[in-house]
């Protein structure tokens, strides 16, 4: 029986509720800090810490620097957590004087520059990776599912069919079109990255029809290479399965609004280490 | 002049309730967010196409309701509407969104409070003589998924959802798929009537030990939905006086001439007005609106709540009932639109995308949430997301006050006042990370 907590910091309680759906764990292992479901003042000592959220005030960053002195094992949950995830956009040079300008408060806990991942703060033991994780994948994180097999990328657990004579000349944007049944999301036009995003999830964006915007990050042959890797291995997918131009790809892909790298800002705004694969659930 | 501090648990987000007291005069009591994120600014730039991917992350307990109401406003901005088909698949998302919701807040955030525990997964095994002994965690549990289940079923995945698109949704339903999911209904339906009837004689329980059902005075009712049943993809809003009488009632786009918004220098989320006043709305409201719910377990519930309290019924802890009655109303509605045919229609009308404004409504189980946005070279160039949470702050404000002058005396401060701020506040099962996105 495994005793852990979960310290949620500025993110959406996604993570928190995925976990919750993932009850198998409920009468096999202690939950013993959560606020969103436990009342308790303190965090007691833990064997796993699993933390969610970004570390965007100052009491986060307390908070966070707290839980971990009692934990054994610290798991960084969801992209927030491990790489800025969503709320990172709101670090873009353009926004950010805004935002803070705007976000000035005297009575409630400050707000630091910049909303780092929490690597940047304490040293991390794991990461479970999703925008939020499936609760197959908690259940994997808490040591419930010895057999867990993920697929190397997201394509490996798609099921849609890779065609060679369908090859579009132009992306469709995202909400556009009616998507067909059984057909790479690809070869219909789609700015779908899943050929090179993680497996692990299920494909469960894919299959019942939206491309891939890969919220699990980089596979395993990506994820210690630059994050310039990642762009190009899409691209020569594009190009191998496509006739769509290579300026037009080109845009989309570094499209100033981020149409693509929703997950992962932080990692490309702030040039940080790549996280060893090992780690990576 | 002392400063309580209560740390809030058993909520969605971070906030804490700090009370000013003077001699045995409550000087003010205030709900504090303490997060931020700034999803008025991240999405600033995106692509307008793009946002329904992007604002369900304002929320993983209500990500549901953002999806639908941003898809919603994209459509109004782009003069499409959807095809019948797409509306019934929407539905059943709101619904599951409902489910999920409802089961939540009552079974996880609430009934530790009825129950006198730190939360439900540290039950004594007898706690609830009309469930199974040791059954009732996983139970609570088995409801819940029902709705995530749905929320998948209509959405993809549960939280985040991505099958509403602008102009209908991605895809129908299998009849295979809505059968199975059917099944899964039905065997949470019965479960979900044990807990509420636990649930229902324990708020009894609680109500013959602290003496009340919620002390505070009336006030204006704001919701969605519809007035003959429930329907939480509603394209107007409605208020009702404190006397139960209909005040008004207006579309979307007009939220701006009838809500007032201010900002508060103690919490990053601020709070809204009806013409000054404070307001209610989440389940209560829209149970004070209903003539009826229109399935038959969830019209059984309603008329035993109606004959013990009336219409409209005021006390705040009467909130968490009305969860329940719409907990029941959302499992069985669910089933009824899963007997009817979800695929072999249109389900996407095709649209030309456009600068401009657009406004999307949904009644969100927390009460009407509005995305508005104004785009220009097709790009998000302003958004403003109005959050039921908001509209209820100054009522959960205005009610922590009069508790807690129940529980502070010259004196001395009852100890009582604690559970009270998170009885309270939890009646307004209040959402934090929407309230500051």
């Known amino acids: 029986m495994l005793r852990f907590a979960v310290l949620q910091l500025s993110g959406c309680a996604g993570c928190e509720v995925a976990l919750l759906n993932a009850e198998a764990w409920a009468h096999r292992h202690h939950l013993v800090y959560m606020p969103l479901v436990i009342s308790a003042y303190e965090m007691a000592p833990v064997d796993m810490l699993l933390v969610s959220g970004g570390v965007r005030t100052d009491e986060d960053l307390h908070n966070l620097r707290r839980a971990v002195r009692r934990a054994g094992q610290v798991v960084a949950v969801g992209t927030c957590a491990i790489s800025g995830g969503v709320p990172s956009l709101g670090d873009r040079d353009d926004v950010r004087a805004l935002f803070l300008a705007q976000a000035e408060r005297r009575r409630v806990p400050r707000l630091l520059p910049r909303c780092h991942p929490i690597d940047a703060v304490v040293e991390v033991d794991r990461y479970l990776p999703g925008c939020p994780p499936t609760p197959e994948l908690f259940l994997a994180a808490l040591g419930e599912e010895p057999d867990f097999q993920p697929g190397k990328v997201v394509c490996q657990e798609c099921g849609r069919k890779k065609l060679k004579d369908m090859r579009p000349r132009h992306l469709i944007g995202f909400q556009q079109g009616q998507v067909k049944l059984g057909i790479c999301l690809i070869n219909q036009g789609y700015l779908c990255i899943g050929s090179s995003t993680r497996g692990g999830c299920r494909a469960l964006c894919t299959r019942p029809g939206h491309p891939c915007v890969g919220c699990r990050g980089p596979s395993d042959a990506l994820i210690e290479k630059h994050p310039d890797a990642w762009l190009e291995s899409i691209k020569r997918v594009f190009a191998s399965m496509t006739d769509i131009p290579a300026d037009e790809l080109e845009a989309a892909l570094h499209s100033p609004h981020l149409a693509l790298f929703l997950f992962q800002f932080a990692d490309y705004a702030t040039g940080r280490q790549p996280r060893p694969k090992e780690k990576v659930l | ?437």
Not at chain 2, 38 to 50: H, R, T
Not at chain 2, 220 to 236: H, K, Q, V
Not at chain 2, 309 to 314: I, M, V
């Open chain 2, 1 to 437: 002049m002392p400063t309580l501090t209560f740390p809030l648990s058993r909520i969605e987000g971070h906030a804490r309730v700090v009370i000013d007291v003077h001699g045995d005069e409550v000087v003010s009591a205030h709900l504090e967010a303490t997060e931020i994120r700034g999803f008025e600014y991240i999405v600033l730039g995106v692509p307008a196409e793009q946002i329904a991917v992007i604002v369900p992350r304002i929320c993983g307990v209500c990500s549901t309701a953002h999806h639908v109401a941003s898809v919603k406003a994209l459509e109004d901005a782009f003069g499409i509407a959807p095809p019948p088909l797409a509306l019934r698949v929407r539905e059943l998302l709101l619904l599951g969104q409902l489910i999920q919701n409802q089961a939540t807040s009552l079974f996880i955030f609430t009934l530790p409070d009825r129950l006198n525990s730190a939360s439900i997964f540290d039950l004594e095994a007898a706690a609830c003589p009309q469930v199974a002994e040791g059954t009732l965690t996983l139970r609570a549990l088995q409801v819940r998924r029902a709705g995530t289940d749905l929320i998948t079923l209509a959405g993809g995945q549960f939280i985040h959802p991505i099958k509403a698109v602008i102009g209908g949704v991605t895809g129908g339903v299998a009849i295979e798929a809505a059968q199975a999911m059917d099944r899964k209904l039905a065997e949470a339906l019965p479960l979900a009537r044990e807990l509420f009837d636990c649930y229902w004689q324990a708020s009894f329980a609680l109500r013959e030990r602290i003496g009340t059902w919620g002390d505070d005075a009336p006030t204006y009712y704001l919701a969605a939905s519809g007035d003959t049943r429930p329907n939480y993809d509603g394209n107007e809003i409605r208020v009702l006086g404190p006397d139960g009488a209909l005040r008004d009632s207006f579309p979307p786009h007009q939220y701006q001439a009838h809500l007032g918004f201010e900002q508060v220098d103690y919490s990053y989320a601020g709070h809204s007005n009806y013409r000054g006043e404070p307001m209610r709305a989440n389940s209560l409201a829209r149970i004070n609106m209903a003539r009826q719910m229109g399935t038959p377990l969830a019209d059984d519930y309603l008329a035993r709540f109606r004959a013990a309290f009336g219409q409209p019924a005021h006390p705040i802890l009467l909130y968490d009932l009305c969860r329940g009655i719409e907990l029941v109303y959302a499992l069985e509605r669910a089933r009824e639109i899963l007997a009817q045919p979800l695929e072999g229609e249109e389900v996407q009308v095709p649209y030309t995308p456009r600068d401009g404004e657009g406004f999307g409504l949904v009644e969100a189980p927390r009460g009407p949430l509005i995305h508005h946005y104004r785009i220009e070279n097709g790009l998000i160039a302003q958004a403003r997301f109005v959050i039921p949470t908001v509209h209820n702050t100054l009522a959960i404000e205005r009610a922590l006050r009069v508790a807690a002058q129940r529980y502070i005396t010259g004196e001395r401060i009852d100890m009582e006042l604690e559970r009270a701020v998170g009885r309270v506040v939890r009646a307004f099962d209040p959402c934090i990370a929407c309230a500051t996105h």
